[in-house]
């Protein structure tokens, strides 16, 4: 980034590597340099620009093409490969779903499911419905939406089959996500498919706008108390 203040500073370069629990590499995505006006590499701090100049990534992001939207795109390399589908009450209710979720459901070629169900009584038993007919490729939810879908996902063997027959990704924001419901949610994927579905999540102004820096994947669960 050019710095540490996210309504000030952008993400000029993304590099992925996906390790298990000790470490091991297990995947390698894109290394990406991202472009970025002259105007907001000026917001640089003299420490910034210096190190930046030191490894040659002032000249990359001057000569790059690639934007934020299209290293995203890039670095979830599974987007490619399989179009999305996303099953999703939050475009009803937040500007993070109705501009992130549906303009990546939109870019990628895939398709978007709107969920009537909300994360509370009365409401999360739609979602089961829905999610008990469609199997998503990447969920988003908060993480009282994750707690709320707990208990029906370690009741219903259909339902979890069905959730993660697919599963790539899953991505909270808004709130820290427990490291109870974590952990669960990591125990009931590796009970159904054998492995842990990768977690995400980000942080902006999500009233707003998408997310300005986003998370590795398995990353310390108690590093979250957003």
Known sequence: MTGLEPLRHVIIEIATLITDDNLNVIA???DLVIHASPEQMAEMGDFVT???????LIDAVATSTVTTEEAETQTLAFLKD????IVDWLP???TFGGNHNIGLTL??????????GKPMPGGIEETVRNLREISPTVYFNVPKGYESLLPYLRADSHLRKKFFARLHAMFFSGAALSP?????LDALAVQETGARVPMLTGLGATETAPTAANSP?????KAFAM
């Open 82 to 85: 399989e179009p999305p589908v």
């Open 180 to 184: 109870y419901v974590w952990s669960a």
């Open 107 to 116: 870019y990628n070629g895939g398709s978007m499911y709107l969920d009537e």
């Open 92 to 94: 009803w209710n937040h």
């Open 28 to 30: 390698e995505g894109p």
């Open 217 to 221: 994947i398995f990353v310390q669960k």
């Open 50 to 56: 210096e190190m930046h100049t030191k490894s040659g």
